[in-house]
């Protein structure tokens, strides 16, 4: 069966009956939608909607409602229970969160995980019209319109996503690389279709939604109120999700030639959630968290390089710790561990970290998907990641061999230009571990200060011990 991410809880989801009795007379009365051409696997998608999702769960806030989750997730298994069979695909994971945010909005990712914005639930007048953005958004992840618009495009490699996804957010701006620095950025691909795709999803999702018992027209009243919500403007849904032509039109055309199977029992849900929601306090709109973002980014990092107070230099005592099950690593004293939750670890003393600024002083770990390549192309490749948004980052001179937990590593120092505008030094370290992926670490300290903190940093690239086998 096909993998849902579910959070631990009794399932309160019975399957629909499948296929044969759904539709009207015969299968062809329903149009016929042919997925278009892929260049890449349908495992290709679960690994790159994998990292993606994790990139938006960490940089989204998240309603984290039990309730409203349950019930999204309802909704999302009904529909997936009776997608058609030539449409599913075994190898995909699906999830369903709701993001605490005004917009009308909701986005689906490669393989399977799917956003819903408050705001989209809020605006619905009913469960059918939750559940055909969500069948319109499930449409796009079967039919594989986010890889099969980068067949199209710029080819990209898996590993290449993994800057997006890491969190990091290394002294100054060298950590914006998470949004801006891959080769294929999220809505450039994955959320962006064209009115061909629009159209597809829009007739499959009506399809979908029959066949789970909601009515397809609750789509096409769903796709009014999002333009009327819009105004001139429009929300932030109709950018990424162009009007084919004739939308509404369509819709109820092909609603037309189908038969909607047993419909969901009415138990209230909607209602109930609706309510919830509108007891909670006021979700702000994506700009308003993209402008707090912005303003923790050039606040400027805490540190010798941001304000005049002092950070301690490195301890000569030292202290052991195990970010992952495959490693161990020995850092100075004073430095504390730091996050460790969005795939990446950071190490710091006191003063030389500051919450949504960064760091200034200290070292970070982390580990990037790999993609086939040897270690040197694959740490070009993340270099050239930090390089695109960040100006005024510097090679300072080429690789150097080290050895990192026993096996061959590469080195290199670079300069960078903090938000403030201080001068700073990063050294990077890489290695590859068993599966292909790579290992860094990445040492930074302001320009002045960087020949005591670049002989503490190989001495913790000499304490890692690996155990990855």
Excluded at 42 to 62: H, N, T
Excluded at 99 to 118: E, K
Excluded at 366 to 383: C, F, I, K, Y
């Amino acid at each position: 069966m096909t993998s849902i991410h579910r959070r631990t809880r009794p399932s309160t989801f019975v399957a629909a009956i499948v296929a044969t009795s759904v539709l009207a007379g015969s299968a062809a009365a329903q149009t016929k939608i042919t997925a278009p051409k892929n260049k890449y696997t349908p495992q290709q998608d679960v690994e790159l909607g994998r990292e993606a999702a994790a990139e938006v769960r960490q940089q989204m806030p998240m309603l984290n409602d039990d309730r409203t989750e349950e019930y999204i997730e309802d909704i999302g298994e009904r529909l997936i229970e009776n997608l058609p069979a030539e449409y599913r695909q075994p190898a995909f994971k699906y999830s369903f969160d709701v993001v605490n945010l005004r917009d009308i909005n909701a986005f689906a990712l490669p393989g399977g995980p799917m956003f819903v914005n408050r705001g989209m639930i809020q605006a619905a007048g009913s469960e059918g019209e939750v559940a055909g953005v969500m069948a319109h958004e499930l449409s796009h992840v079967v039919l594989r319109h986010g890889t099969a618009q980068a067949s199209a495009g710029q080819k990209f490699a898996i590993g290449a996503i993994a800057g997006q996804i890491l969190g990091a957010i290394v002294g100054g701006r060298t950590g914006s690389v998470i949004a801006q620095g891959s080769e294929l950025g999220i809505g450039t691909y994955f959320l962006k279709y064209g009115r061909e795709y629009e159209r597809q999803a829009d007739l499959l999702g009506a399809q979908i939604m029959a066949r789970a018992g909601y009515d397809p027209r609750a789509m096409a009243r769903m796709f009014q109120t999002i333009e009327r919500e819009g105004g001139g403007r429009g929300p932030e849904w109709l950018s990424s999700h162009p009007n084919p032509g004739n939308r509404v039109e369509a819709i109820n055309r092909e609603a037309q030639m189908l038969r909607v199977s047993a419909a969901p029992a009415s138990n209230g849900d909607f209602q109930t959630v609706h309510a919830r929601l509108d007891r909670m306090p006021a979700a702000q709109t994506t700009a308003e968290v993209a402008k707090k973002q912005e303003q923790r980014r050039t606040q400027g990092p805490v540190g010798t390089s941001a304000r005049s107070g002092r950070v301690d230099p490195p301890s000569g005592e030292w202290r052991t710790y195990q970010p992952g099950n495959f490693m161990k690593l020995s850092v100075p004293s004073n430095w504390e561990q730091i996050g460790g939750n969005s795939g990446t670890v950071t190490y710091a003393p006191d003063g030389g970290y500051a919450e949504g600024s960064g760091f200034t002083h200290g070292l970070q770990v982390g580990v990037a998907r790999g993609s086939g390549g040897n270690l040197q192309s694959e740490t070009d490749r993340l270099l050239q990641g930090f390089a695109q948004s960040n100006p005024n980052l510097r090679r300072q001179n080429g690789y150097s061999r080290t050895t990192i937990g026993g096996r061959q590593g590469l080195t290199t120092t670079l300069s960078n230009v903090s938000a403030n505008g201080a001068q700073e030094a990063v050294n990077v370290s890489t290695a590859q571990l068993r599966d292909g992926s790579v290992l860094f670490l990445i040492g930074v300290a302001p320009a002045g200060e960087a020949r005591t903190y670049l002989n503490t940093f190989n001495q913790v690239r000499q304490s890692v011990q690996l155990n990855d086998r």
